[in-house]
């Protein structure tokens, strides 16, 4: 006899003892499990079809497309006026003027939110209440008002100076109110003290995000509270602080346009004056959109890798930047059509592989 015949002569998984009963069972239900299993390999896939992504989707490329096409077919935009006073003298004044504002009203605001800040986090009640005080009284005031008290502020005190405490006998220090606070000096005033409140706010929050543990282990281990604040605390607190610190400095950019009310001829002072010369309404207010648009967008940059820097503590491998990923698509295609390996790239290669870690 064969081996194959022995084989087949022996009882199945019980040798000289098993039950035929049970032999027999498993005989015949073994060709019906194998006739229910299913070929994974032969089953059709089926995307989801999101009917709703799509429709909307569409909705917005059409909506894109008209705006598109009446850039190109209405007249009404006057593109050659835009061309004409986009650089113009006068605009670029308005922008620049623009961004001082916006950057005294940032330092102002910080600098002095920091220590409001502080005030808040003070175990001391004195300092504590007067920072909240501060806090909800510029807040509460709309910035417009703010900018025109200080502007007039020469009609409440026509003389500020130091002399006799309780007293108007300046006998130390006396400057005449109007002379003190200009245009520009009232209007840094305006934008950095209601910034400063705001910012303050933001401040807190961030400082509180971080938790208390933290400060707990570096007083554990001995470090100075220099190091503690500076090392761990600050550092963990900037990943809240940034994004809404910038949005606020983005803010300032564009909340700096109600100077106007003091007559300080900034960027959109500047298109008001040039438009309500030549009545060309549209295109000068375009002119203001696109510098508007222009400044926005490098301080989104500039936020976004702010961001990206802080939260390297926070993910164990950084997301690719804009710039990385159009790099390594531009390499892959040129792999591609040199008939290469992408992989072959080291630069591809070790990006790869971090993520793969």
Known sequence: MSVADDTATRPADGGAGADPGATASTAST??????????LSAVKVVPTRHWFRWVFGAVVLFVVAQLIWTLFTNDKYDWGTFGQYFFSETVVNGLVLTLQLTVGATVIGFGLGILLAAGRLSKSWILSSASWAYIWFFRSVPLVVQLVVWYNLGYLFPQIGLGTPFTYDFWIVRVDTVTLISQMAAAFLGLGLHQAAYSAEIIRGGLLSVDSGQLEAAGALGLPRRVRFFRIVLPQAARSIVPNAANEVISLVKGASVVFVIALPELFYAVQVIYNRNSRVIPLLIVAVVWYTIVV?????GQYYLERHYAK????VLPP????RARHWARIQWARLGDGDPTAIPELTRSTDRRAR
């Open 321 to 324: 930047t804009p710039l990385q």
């Open 297 to 301: 967008t490098l301080l989104s940059i």
């Open 30 to 39: 073994a060709p019906a499990a194998n006739r229910n299993r299913v070929d």
């Open 313 to 316: 503590g926070s993910v164990r």
